[in-house]
Each structure stands twice: as structure tokens, then as C-alpha cells.
């Protein structure tokens, strides 16, 4: 029999909203901004009244669990059912959570327990295996990969009214980064300040969020796959003068992600556009044209010979066999780029 698959925020939403409740969910994972949501939405169940005599949140770390057991177990004062929410549950012990597992195992059809595990993974050996065989709902909360960020940041930017420009995406994301709570408090600064149905330019992000439209880590990879050498020895200055506008840590990341992609992208059976969007799970046609750009300015021993200097940079940057400035390791490093013979 084929596995079910995974709950979803979208889907356990659409749950809600439809009065289609379980007994017990437990929420967890290393990203917490999806477990906040997901906790807010189970916060709008009941109405105001009925919040005021039905609704508990409780903090693990302040609770004990016969305390939370006895709540679950009462019955409802005035609405359907009682929502009783535990946060921080990563916070205690894991036989602190064991206790709760013959509850989960026998839960009252008219309450619903959710269980919040915020950066952590579910604990407690008895209350696991209780969950697992339950009918409770698991909703693990997984950090997002980099090729999904940028849809991410666009479909947030959309729930907000907004359009958005696909260099302005790729300047969040590589100032952001794939921090989901991050991404959500800066489209929401962007939100605020924006007129409805406005467009999300690169201009709009440097004004709104301060990232610099001309110096920063997705034009020097521009200046870098076009091989605009002047280009990319500016930035790499402005970076040397504002060393808080892009640390060189995230800037060098992107330049080896670019040339990683630029690796694979020679090795894709039959070279077609789609082919190569769908190995490097590109979401545009820009982010095609800038690999394409590369292929046509560095053949694949370059690239190998460069993401070999990348490496070496990486472990220079940080004092070993070397002493150098790291800025001045970097401009060494975008000169070997550029000028790269391909000897591997």
C-alpha cells in the first residue's frame, strides 16, 4: 500500500477552514516559520467568545503534563470542542513528553491538542511511538533548499497584492537568504510600504531594504558569468569599502553555486534549455540566460579549474596557509576566474 502523503500547511489550512479537525497534532521541524503560521491558524479556530472559555495555550516549560492532561480532558464550555495548544515543547525533558503519550493514544473526540516543537525534532521515545500510532496529524517543518526560496519569495510576494521582478527575487534571496521568517518580515516591510498591485523592482528592494541594486552578490556573478571584468573589480571594491553591505562570506557562496551550476549544466544529456532547467531546478528564463552566458565565456576545464580556487580561497579566508587580507584574497580570486587558463 502506498504511504500517504506528507500534511501540508496549505492542506492542514484548508482542513481547518473546512471544520475537518483531528484530536492531536504534533508540528515540528528545524524551520519555525511554517510551525508559527500553522500555530496562528489553529489560534483563528474558535470565535472570540468562545476563545475566552475554550481556548488554552500553554507554555511546556511552565506546565506540567497532568496539568495538560486534565485541560484535554474537560469538556467544552461553550463551543464545539476546546483547542488546547503546547508551545515550546522542545524546551522539556523527553520524559516530560512521555507522560502525555496514553492521552495521545485514548484523545477526547472534543479537543483538539496541538503540540509545537519549534527548531526540534519530536522528543520523547513513549510520545512518539504513541503519535505514530495514533490518528494524530505530523507536520514536519523542513528548511527550504535554495532553488525553492526564489518561488517562495515570489508566491509571498503575490499573497500580498504585489508582482514581482525576477532580479528583485534573486536580490532578496541572496540578502535573505532561506530563512523563511526572514523572507516573510522583509516582503512584509516591501508590503507596507508599497501602493496595492505594485511592482517589486530591484530599485524598490534597494530603496525599501537597503541592498545596493549596482554592488552586490548577484551582479558581481553577472559581471562574473559575462566576464565584465571592470564590473566585477568594482564590486569587489564597494565590498572591501562597505564590508557590511554583502559579507564576503554570502557573496563568494553565490559565485560558487554560479559555477557549480555551470558545471552541471556541461554535463546535461543534449544540452537543451529545458533539460538544463529542470537539472539545476531554475524557476526563470534569467537565471537560464546567465548559465547560458557562462557556457559561452568558460569551457568546463575553467570551470573545474575555478571551482578549484573557489576551495582555496575558502580555506585561505579563514588564516589557513595564509595570512592575507581577505579582500585582497578575493580581487586574487576574481582574477584567477577571469582569467582562468583551465589547468586542472
Known amino acids: 500500500m502506498a504511504a500517504l502523503p506528507a500534511p501540508t500547511?496549505?492542506?492542514?489550512?484548508?482542513?481547518?477552514?473546512?471544520?475537518?479537525?483531528?484530536?492531536?497534532?504534533?508540528?515540528h521541524g528545524e524551520e519555525t516559520y511554517r510551525i508559527d503560521k500553522l500555530a496562528a491558524a489553529f489560534e483563528g479556530i474558535l470565535s472570540e467568545d468562545e476563545k475566552v472559555f475554550d481556548q488554552y495555550i500553554l507554555y511546556a516549560p511552565d506546565s506540567e503534563p497532568q496539568q495538560l492532561i486534565g485541560i484535554c480532558k474537560g469538556i467544552p464550555a461553550i463551543a464545539p470542542r476546546q483547542v488546547v495548544i503546547l508551545k515550546e515543547a522542545q524546551s522539556v525533558r523527553p520524559d516530560w513528553l512521555d507522560k502525555l503519550a496514553r492521552y495521545v493514544a485514548e484523545p477526547v473526540a472534543t479537543t483538539i491538542l496541538v503540540v509545537c516543537f519549534r527548531g526540534s525534532a519530536i522528543k520523547g521515545k513513549e510520545f512518539a511511538a504513541a503519535v505514530k500510532k495514533s490518528k494524530a496529524v505530523v507536520f514536519e517543518s523542513k528548511g527550504l533548499k535554495e532553488?525553492?526560496?526564489?518561488?517562495?519569495?515570489?508566491?509571498?510576494?503575490?499573497?500580498?497584492?504585489?508582482?514581482?521582478?525576477?532580479?528583485?527575487?534573486?536580490m532578496l534571496l541572496e540578502f535573505v537568504g532561506t530563512d523563511l521568517s526572514r523572507i516573510s518580515s522583509e516582503v512584509e516591510k516591501l508590503a507596507t510600504a508599497l501602493p496595492p498591485a505594485a511592482k517589486v523592482t530591484p530599485e524598490v528592494v534597494e530603496r525599501h531594504i537597503g541592498i545596493n541594486r549596482d554592488y552586490n552578490a548577484w551582479e558581481?556573478?553577472?559581471?562574473?558569468?559575462?566576464?565584465?571584468?571592470?564590473?566585477?573589480?568594482r564590486i569587489a571594491d564597494y565590498f572591501r569599502n562597505n564590508p557590511k553591505s554583502t559579507p564576503l562570506v554570502l557573496a563568494v557562496a553565490s559565485v560558487f553555486n554560479f559555477f557549480a551550476d555551470l558545471l552541471t549544466a556541461y554535463y546535461v544529456p543534449g544540452g537543451s534549455d529545458d533539460g538544463i532547467m529542470k537539472a539545476l531546478k531554475?524557476?526563470?528564463?534569467?537565471?537560464?540566460?546567465?548559465?547560458?552566458?557562462?557556457?559561452?565565456?568558460?569551457?568546463a576545464v575553467q570551470v573545474v579549474e575555478i571551482i578549484g580556487a573557489i576551495r582555496k580561497f575558502a580555506t585561505e579566508s579563514k588564516g589557513v596557509e595564509s595570512r592575507q587580507n581577505e579582500h585582497l584574497l578575493f580581487r586574487?580570486?576574481?582574477?584567477?576566474?577571469?582569467s582562468a587558463p583551465g589547468r586542472i
Open 332 to 338: 586574487d580570486l576574481i582574477y584567477h576566474i577571469l
Open 147 to 170: 532553488y525553492q526560496a526564489g518561488p517562495f519569495i515570489t508566491k509571498i510576494i503575490e499573497e500580498r497584492g504585489l508582482s514581482a521582478d525576477p532580479k528583485a527575487v534573486s
Open 220 to 233: 558581481l556573478v553577472d559581471a562574473l558569468a559575462a566576464k565584465n571584468a571592470l564590473k566585477a573589480f
Open 282 to 299: 531554475l524557476s526563470n528564463s534569467f537565471a537560464l540566460k546567465r548559465i547560458r552566458q557562462g557556457m559561452g565565456c568558460y569551457n
Open 9 to 27: 500547511l496549505e492542506g492542514i489550512c484548508k482542513s481547518l477552514k473546512e471544520g475537518n479537525f483531528a484530536p492531536v497534532y504534533v508540528l
